[in-house]
Nanobody, 117 residues
């Protein structure tokens, strides 16, 4: 059974860089899936941030591309989101999810990130 678990700092100050990690169990992240980051700001819908593919290629939402980096550590079976120059508009619940052919079949439970001074 595949499980994804997000971890992160919780509270971040404006202009800082935040780093979130998704730990995957039950499936190597080198298998034929895309490993995604998605967020949901309060009162709004889901926003896709980007993914890292099984081969290590990355693809980002154009609206966030300049501030986003996704990397992975295959030895730990983890992938990480870095979001720079955060503002209060980046406050959201952040999810990691596994997808195949644009079908998001497995999700983590989400982690809250609040940007505030």
């Amino acid at each position: 059974q595949v499980q994804l678990q997000e971890s992160g700092p919780g509270l971040v100050k404006p202009s800082q860089t935040t780093s979130l990690t998704c730990t995957v169990s039950g499936d190597p992240i080198t298998t034929n899936y895309h490993w995604n980051w998605i967020r949901q700001p309060p009162g709004k819908g889901l926003e896709w941030i980007g993914y890292i593919a099984y081969g290590g290629n990355t693809y980002y939402s154009p609206s966030l591309k300049s501030r986003t980096s996704i990397s992975r550590d295959t030895s730990k079976n983890q992938f990480t989101l870095e979001l720079s120059s955060v503002t209060p508009e980046d406050t959201a619940v952040y999810y990691c999810a596994r997808s195949f052919s644009q079908s998001f079949g497995v999700w983590g439970q989400g982690t809250q990130v609040t940007v505030s001074s």
